[in-house]
């Protein structure tokens, strides 16, 4: 149901959502980025000093982008709160997730959040992982029939262009892909990545994606789920690669090489031993990207046996996903909301 509400709102701009997914359960979520959007402090930098002059807070070497923890959670975190203002506009949390967007999406901020980026050893910052969620941000904008929204996109184009040169040049070089359960996995973020390809119609990037896409992965078989996952994993090696190809294949091609790729699938939920260690608490958002992969794996399948099988254990996921989030923990609050959105909104499936 909520699928179709989706595609049929898609025209207007403004999304709506079924009883499945409701505002009080979106708002919870809203809350989790806004608690962190400009909260500097703990902050966890990847940052390249140059000089003495590059000693300085968060707040001033990325103005756009300084809370949340780290880069990438903050981009994620505005992400969450431009959909959510889309999903449901006549929140009273909209409001307020304006005016936190507004605070940071302005041309000042991006023109330094752009000069940060071309200063010297900062060309592979946030590489793939937060700039596939820059551009996915610049992807919601775009879809965004908003006033307000339009004006946030333009702010942020000089960053989105700089990442796509990045981003092309990167590909260009890469001879393997990444293989991990974190966010150095290059076919998560290249699911991501064809995503705003598609919405921005940006024919040329989306190409070179989903050529890399195919010299990375087209040969792959028998994936082995079964040493998955590592300790501190929010991603499924296996399950993103096999995402990024539904989106990177035709329906017949992409079926063929699944049944290969994964001719057998046993998962079960992961469990947190401790929400106040940031790493461990890792494994309740694998639980949150497996159910979504899921769902989008079986969308592209026919319909039968092993597409519900799929989706029932996308179900079971998303539940152990869901109860495991707890904001009053920050190691997790200041980035599952993200996840969980992008989840029960079904921003993976068009």
């Known amino acids: 149901m909520i699928r179709l509400l989706f595609v049929a709102a898609l025209a207007s701009g403004v999304l709506m959502a079924d009883t499945a997914f409701d505002q009080s ?7 989790m980025a806004l608690d962190c959007m400009h909260k500097e402090y703990p902050n966890k930098i ?12 968060p707040r001033e070497l990325t103005p756009a982008f300084y809370g949340c923890y780290d880069w990438h959670s903050s981009v994620h975190g505005h992400w969450l709160l431009v959909r959510f203002i889309r999903l449901f506009p006549q929140s009273p949390v909209a409001g307020e997730a304006r005016r936190a967007v507004a605070q940071s999406l302005t041309p000042p901020h991006i023109a330094q959040e752009v000069k940060y980026q071309q200063e010297d050893g900062r060309n592979s910052f946030e590489r793939p992982y937060g700039m596939a969620w820059l551009l996915q941000l610049a992807a919601e904008l775009r879809e965004f029939d908003d006033p307000q929204a339009r004006e946030w996109s333009a702010a942020l184009r000089p960053l989105e262009q700089i990442l796509i040169e990045r981003l092309t040049s ?3 070089k890469l001879e393997h892909p990444l293989r991990v359960g974190e966010h150095t996995n290059t076919a998560f973020s ?16 989306g190409k070179l994606v989903g050529a890399k896409a195919r010299d990375f992965y087209l040969n792959d078989r028998n994936c082995p789920t079964a040493y998955e996952p590592s300790g501190e994993d929010f991603l499924s090696p296996c399950l993103a690669e096999a995402d990024l190809m539904r989106r990177a294949l035709p329906e017949a091609e992409f079926v063929h090489w699944f ?14 031993t401790d929400y106040t260690d940031g790493r461990l608490y890792h494994l309740a958002g694998l639980n949150l990207s497996r159910a979504w992969m899921l769902q989008g794996i079986a969308s592209k399948l026919p319909q039968g046996p092993r597409a519900k099988t799929l989706l029932a254990l996308a179900d079971k996921l998303k539940q152990a996903g869901i109860e ?27």
């Open 259 to 272: 049944n290969r790729f994964l001719p057998t699938l046993d998962m079960q939920p992961t469990y947190v």
């Open 170 to 172: 990167w590909f260009g």
């Open 46 to 57: 990847s940052h390249s000093l140059n000089s003495d002059a590059d000693v300085k807070p």
């Open 25 to 31: 359960q979106a708002e919870r979520f809203a809350h």
């Open 190 to 205: 290249m699911g991501l990545l064809l995503d705003y390809a598609h919405i921005a119609h940006n024919e040329q990037f």
């Open 324 to 350: 495991s989030i707890k904001n009053e923990h920050y190691e997790g609050g200041h980035w599952l909301g993200s996840f969980a959105l992008y989840l029960v909104s079904e921003r993976g499936l068009r």
